[in-house]
Nanobody
Framework: QVQLVESGGGLVQAGGSLRLSCAAS????????MGWYRQAPGKQRELVAA???????NYADFVKGRFTISRDKAKNTVYLQMNSLKPEDTAVYYC?????????????????WGQGTQVTVSS
């Protein structure tokens, strides 16, 4: 089992900044990719940013130049630094981690989601 604990959401004015964190724990053998998604009311969940084990990053066009994803491999933690926030960034942000679990004889793939953290940007 893998547990993801998110933190860092909150209420901020437009133009402000927030930093989200997501720490993964459990019988983790390896982590391949980590990412952040968001879901606004009435909308589908969408990718915000992702980072591979090698450090390659991918951003949605609507956050390029404003958000930065990073990871601390030693802590199995991924971060999302969000700057120049806009009211349209208001959503629940979810962490996603995929990798492999340790077991007695072999490793097993996993793909886990965090519980979500609310980000609200006021105009």
């Amino acid at each position: 089992q893998v547990q993801l604990v998110e933190s860092g959401g909150g209420l901020v004015q437009a133009g402000g900044s927030l930093r989200l964190s997501c720490a993964a724990s459990g019988s983790i053998f390896s982590i391949n990719g980590m990412g952040w998604y968001r879901q606004a009311p009435g909308k589908q969940r969408e990718l915000v940013a992702a980072i591979t084990s090698g450090g390659k990053t991918n951003y949605a066009d609507f956050v390029k130049g404003r958000f930065t994803i990073s990871r601390d491999k030693a802590k199995n933690t991924v971060y999302l630094q969000m700057n120049s926030l806009k009211p349209e960034d208001t959503a629940v942000y979810y962490c996603n981690v995929e990798g492999r679990l340790s077991s007695e004889r072999y490793t097993l793939p996993f793909n886990s989601w965090g519980q979500g953290t609310q980000v609200t940007v006021s105009s």
